[in-house]
T-cell receptor, first 114, second 113 residues
């Protein structure tokens, strides 16, 4: 059974800093790994999707990497801004079948201090 | 243009009642999902529905049943509501569950009294 763990559970940094969020998964038989952002009281917004054959994806100030063999992914946020404050979730899409389609971590609650 | 919409946004009801949550996607996706986010904010998949094939997470009680009148809709029916059903329920869709991004609705906060 796939398990996804995110470290740290919470993070508070001053504006402008670069930061890294970590995600690990137990079953490397994944189709892809996705990073989402959730704002309080809102749904999830997709940030980046990395296919199992890829090593990284970039979108603006965000860069996500994937190392299937070690079961790890990282989300790098450059030059953080107060608007980046949110909960960041990673999710592994794996071959166990549709009902196991996405297994989520518990998220990293990020606060960027102005 | 709302890609994935859910109604209602909030639902407060008594224990034992039966309720439904509606979900619609205008993205032309083939696969739709229901997720439950509990009080600890942990998000867990309940169902996926693709081309009339329903796959159920084995941990979901049979009081929960998804119904799809067409490809753009996947409604969630809940019978005999219990206190533990209180949560935020999210609908999502994707073109292909294996390779594509899932797009989430805004969520429905269900409170069972």
């Amino acid at each position: 059974k796939q398990e996804v763990t995110q470290i740290p559970a919470a993070l508070s940094v001053p504006e402008g800093e670069n930061l890294v969020l970590n995600c690990s998964f137990t079953d490397s038989a994944i189709y892809n790994l996705q990073w989402f952002r959730q704002d309080p009281g809102k749904g999830l917004t997709s940030l980046l999707l990395i296919q199992s054959s890829q090593r990284e994806q970039t979108s603006g100030r965000l860069n996500a990497s994937l190392d299937k063999s070690s079961g790890r992914s990282t989300l790098y946020i450059a030059a953080s801004q107060p608007g980046d404050s949110a909960t960041y979730l990673c999710a592994a899409s794996h071959s166990g079948g549709g009902a196991d389609g996405l297994t989520f971590g518990k998220g990293t609650h990020l606060i960027i201090q102005p | 243009d709302t890609a994935v919409s859910q109604t209602p946004k909030y639902l407060v009801t008594q224990m034992g009642n039966d309720k439904s949550i509606k979900c619609e996607q205008n993205l032309g996706h083939d696969t739709m999902y229901w997720y439950k986010q509990d009080s600890k904010k942990f998000l867990k998949i309940m169902f996926s529905y693709n081309n009339k094939e329903l796959i159920i997470n084995e941990t979901v009680p049979n009081r929960f049943s998804p119904k799809s009148p067409d490809k753009a809709h996947l409604n969630l029916h809940i019978n005999s509501l219990e206190l533990g059903d209180s949560a935020v329920y999210f609908c999502a869709s994707s073109q292909d569950w294996q390779t594509d991004t899932q797009y989430f609705g805004p969520g429905t906060r269900l409170t069972v009294l």
